[in-house]
């Protein structure tokens, strides 16, 4: 079974700063997805950004970014010129690619704050 | 297509009652997904559909839960004789491949007092 870790509860930044939400995952497997999702307060999950594992450029999107370490089973995730409109509960997630227990594995995620 | 939409919003129910949400996804997509989400926690996996059939079941997922996806479009869960600790955020997710975005409704919250 896959596990995720986030082990920052919560973390508030300034606007515009940048800022770094970790994750750690734990697996058996070689072919899997990893995924960033936001939860905003009205609860909607939305997709920020994926990676697959074989491939070793790291995903970007916009503002998003990540830095995935395979070896070390880290998949953090950057956020620069963060902006009011980020606060949101974060989640890392794990989906293996192989068939099995077809489903998302979530951490328990972060609760990030972007101050005014 | 507005997105995944779910049925009711929030659900407040006595415990012992049976209890039953809607999952309707984006029309494309054959593949739906239940989670369950308790406050402070991720969601967690409880069971997912390709078309009507039912592949994948969370070993979360007691007997007192079922799920069925009848034509391959719409979801029920049916939560029967409910229990305080089934009070969570039920999420519906669905998808057109296993490794593309999963998109999310805005969930049903339920309630058992």
């Known amino acids: 079974a896959q596990t995720v870790t986030q082990s920052q509860p919560e973390m508030s930044v300034q606007e515009a700063e940048t800022v770094t939400l970790s994750c750690t995952y734990d697996?058996?497997?070689?072919?899997?997805?990893l995924f960033w999702y936001k939860q905003p307060p009205s609860r909607q999950m939305i997709l920020v950004i994926r990676q697959e594992a074989y491939k070793q450029q790291n995903a970007t999107e916009n503002r998003f970014s990540v830095n995935f370490q395979k070896a070390a089973k880290s998949f953090s995730l950057k956020i620069s010129d963060s902006q009011l409109g980020d606060t949101a509960m974060y989640f890392c997630a794990f989906l293996y690619s192989g068939g099995g227990a077809d489903g998302l594995t979530f951490g328990k995620g972060t609760h990030l704050i972007i101050q005014p | 297509d507005t997105g995944v939409s779910q049925d009711p919003r929030h659900k407040i129910t006595k415990r012992g009652q049976n209890v039953t949400f809607r999952c309707d996804p984006i029309s494309e997509h054959n593949r739906l997904y239940w989670y369950r989400q308790t406050l402070g926690q991720g969601p967690e996996f409880l069971t997912y559909f390709q078309n009507e059939a039912q592949l994948e079941k969370s070993r979360l997922l007691s007997d007192r839960f079922s799920a069925e996806r009848p034509k391959g479009s719409f979801s029920t869960l049916e939560i029967q004789r409910t229990e305080q600790g089934d009070s969570a955020m039920y999420l519906c997710?669905?998808?057109?491949?296993?490794?593309?975005?999963?998109?999310f409704g805005q969930g049903t919250r339920l309630t058992v007092v």
């Open positions: 997710a669905s998808s057109s491949r296993m490794n593309t975005e999963a998109f």
């Open positions: 697996t058996s497997e070689s072919n899997y997805y």
